[in-house]
T-cell receptor
């Protein structure tokens, strides 16, 4: 199954700034998914990133706030823009694991102060 | 109705007993169902997947699926303190880019 390297693992950022999170997969995958997990909550899908096309965002998430890049089949970035304390969360990327669900990166713990 | 529903718990189970975790889903055409375990501060870890009605066993874990009732459950036999975690039910939404939607998770606490 695919192995995902996600970074940074954590960061503390000033409000109004932006943070870019990277995920590198050790094999080619068509789809990558970005999730957010707010404190004490479950995972919420932000967007689906397909290589060569625009990301598809879920209700409540917009490209201006969470721009995504997918330059090739092994890499994707998620940027959290113009951050506020409400953006403090864990952000996770994931990829399909064959027919056996999805595997996740180790997560990025973001604190906005 | 939420797409994937679970009781948030906490569910407390004595060590050695059977822990039973339940999940319902709203999309009748869903085909794939997953149980993830998440320890505090860690990423979710896939522990079971099930695709057909009935039971699927893997070690101490048994997943049960009833598509007619839109219900999936996870049984953990001989519960151990190391099983204490949050268990997330996830459903693959076919026809929606194959994405997985998660329930809110059930916190399980195994009492030594």
């Amino acid at each position: 199954s695919a192995v995902i390297s996600q970074k940074p693992s954590r960061d503390i950022c000033q409000r109004g700034t932006s943070l870019t999170i990277q995920c590198q997969v050790d094999s080619q995958v068509t789809m990558m998914f970005w999730y957010r997990q707010q404190p004490g909550q479950s995972l919420t899908l932000i967007a689906t990133a397909n290589q060569g096309s625009e990301a598809t965002y879920e209700s409540g998430f917009v490209i201006d706030k969470f721009p995504i890049s997918r330059p090739n089949l092994t890499f994707s970035t998620l940027t959290v823009s113009n951050m506020s304390p409400e953006d403090s969360s864990i952000y996770l990327c994931s990829v399909p694991k064959g027919n056996y669900g999805y595997t996740f990166g180790s997560g990025t713990r973001l604190t906005v102060v | 109705q939420k797409e994937v529903e679970q009781n948030s718990g906490p569910l407390s189970v004595p060590e050695g007993a059977i822990a039973s975790l339940n999940c319902t889903y709203s999309d009748r055409v869903s085909q794939s169902f997953f149980w993830y375990r998440q320890y505090s501060g860690k990423s979710p870890e896939l522990i079971m997947s099930i695709y057909s009605n009935g039971d699927k066993e893997d070690g101490r874990f048994t997943a049960q699926l009833n598509k007619a009732s839109q219900y999936v459950s996870l049984l953990i036999r001989d519960s151990q303190p190391s099983d204490s975690a949050t268990y997330l039910c996830a459903v693959n939404m076919k026809g929606r880019d194959d994405k997985i939607i998660f329930g809110k998770g059930t916190r399980l606490h195994i009492l030594p």
